[in-house]
């Protein structure tokens, strides 16, 4: 829709969002008109250079000509039918998604929040049914975050943090040890646990990387303790890290993968992968959900995975993404900087991340804040190196101009 066909002033759709609307998040203040590759554009046609990418979703580009193109045949066909019949785009996208990655089987759902929550079902029935009722706990980590529903707020380690307060108890099952800690894990299994669930690099958690020796110490205390290992990729995964999945820098594999984000190319899909044993726990009637795999959800998701893969993105995000950070370490006030591929984290020496986000907005460049002094940054994937230095200039300005 433009402003011209619905005859509205951005001040009029600004008002109708102020008065209808329950607004949880802090707006960047334009109205996005039309959106395409690296740029969102406003209404004057004034385009702003995308470093977050829909929170890492639009990896192939905002509306990437073949997953537009994937979309609308598609919604020529069939748009939605529930999971009674068999869909085309559901069967070609699970056969891409499991060969691609070595599993045996997927669950469809919409968002990152529900894959988890599929994620933490799938192994709390896994436990009860193999080892005994109370053979459901699950322990994951400090700083974590795996959505806002409650099995996966539950599982994020954030008890102290907006995420938790205000919403009274969270489920029983969840306990948190510290990240990149094994010994903390390893004091936290207790006969009832079922499973750890990590994120490789924990994203809204501020940028932090799994080190080698704690995700494959977790590896081999899962085989030790006959535990699941559940990985949350839902940011970090098709392609972001410089591999298809950021599981693979570290040579383990999980036991169930959860993937969101980048897979539909903004249309929202997201999804479990497990192995056959595991998969058992959810039979007939045992899950479910109206809109997960839907066909044109599906359909686009298929050309966006074609064309991460025809494409590879994993390659490309690890090369810009090493070049762009290594120039992100001369800005001034840098303290650290962290990610891999094109999931960047720039942490201040102070907590000027507001005033930095708000300039580069203002020299429209469009970055997200972690907290008080850390940027992110999950751009598109197709990103060159010639925009890497565009963003690094604004930020440069940006923090010059910090008073
Ligand atoms: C690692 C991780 N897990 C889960 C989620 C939740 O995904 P969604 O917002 O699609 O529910 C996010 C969202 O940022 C995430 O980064």
Not at 42 to 71: C, H, M, Q, W
Not at 76 to 83: A, C, L, Q
Not at 121 to 149: C, L, Q, T, V, W
Not at 344 to 354: A, E, M, N, R, T
Request: proline content about 4%; overall charge neutral.
């Amino acid at each position: 829709m433009k402003l011209k066909d619905v005859k509205k002033s951005p001040d009029e759709i600004r008002a109708l969002v102020k008065k209808y609307m329950v607004e949880t998040y802090e707006r960047y203040d334009f109205i996005c008109e039309r959106a395409e590759g690296m740029y969102l554009y406003d209404e004057k046609g004034n385009g702003y250079l995308d470093f977050y990418g829909g929170i890492a979703v639009n990896s192939t580009g905002s509306r990437n000509p073949k997953v537009v193109a994937a979309a609308k045949e598609q919604l020529d066909d069939v748009i939605h039918t529930f999971n009674y019949p068999y869909t085309i785009p559901q069967a070609l996208l699970a056969e891409k998604i499991c060969t691609t990655l070595g599993f045996d089987k997927i669950f469809y759902q919409n968002s990152g929040t529900e894959a988890n929550e599929a994620m933490i079902k799938m192994a709390r029935k896994y436990g009860i049914e193999n080892f005994g009722p109370d053979h459901y706990h699950i322990i994951s980590a400090k700083d974590s975050f795996h959505g806002r529903s409650f099995g996966s707020l539950s599982a994020t380690g954030q008890p102290t943090t907006a995420c938790h307060i205000g919403f009274g108890p969270m489920l029983p099952g969840f306990t948190y040890a510290e990240f990149n800690n094994l010994e903390a894990f390893k004091a936290a299994v207790t006969k009832d646990t079922v499973a750890i669930m990590l994120e490789p690099i924990q994203g809204e958690g501020g940028v932090n990387s799994a080190t080698p020796e704690f995700l494959q110490g977790i590896r081999k205390l899962c085989d030790e303790k006959n535990l699941l290992l559940l990985l949350d990729e839902i940011q970090t995964g098709w392609c972001r890290t410089g591999k298809v999945m950021a599981y693979e820098h570290y040579g383990i594999r999980p036991d169930i993968l959860s993937m969101a984000k980048a897979l539909g190319g903004g249309f929202p899909i997201s999804a479990i992968c497990t192995n056959d044993k595991v998969a058992k726990a959810f039979s007939m009637g045992s899950h479910g959900t109206t809109y997960g795999g839907n066909a044109v959800a599906c359909a686009a998701a298929l050309a966006q995975v074609n064309v991460m893969l025809d494409d590879n993105l994993a390659a490309h995000a690890a090369e810009v993404g090493a070049y762009f950070m290594e120039k992100l370490k001369t800005l001034p006030h840098v303290k650290e900087i962290r990610g891999k591929g094109l999931l960047v984290g720039v942490v201040f020496d102070g907590p000027i991340g507001l005033d930095v986000k708000h300039g580069c907005f203002d020299r429209k460049l469009l970055v997200t804040l972690i907290g008080k002094s850390t940027i992110r940054m999950v751009p598109p994937l197709i990103a060159t190196k010639a925009d890497c230095d565009k963003a690094y200039e604004i930020l440069l300005e940006s923090v010059k101009a910090v008073k």
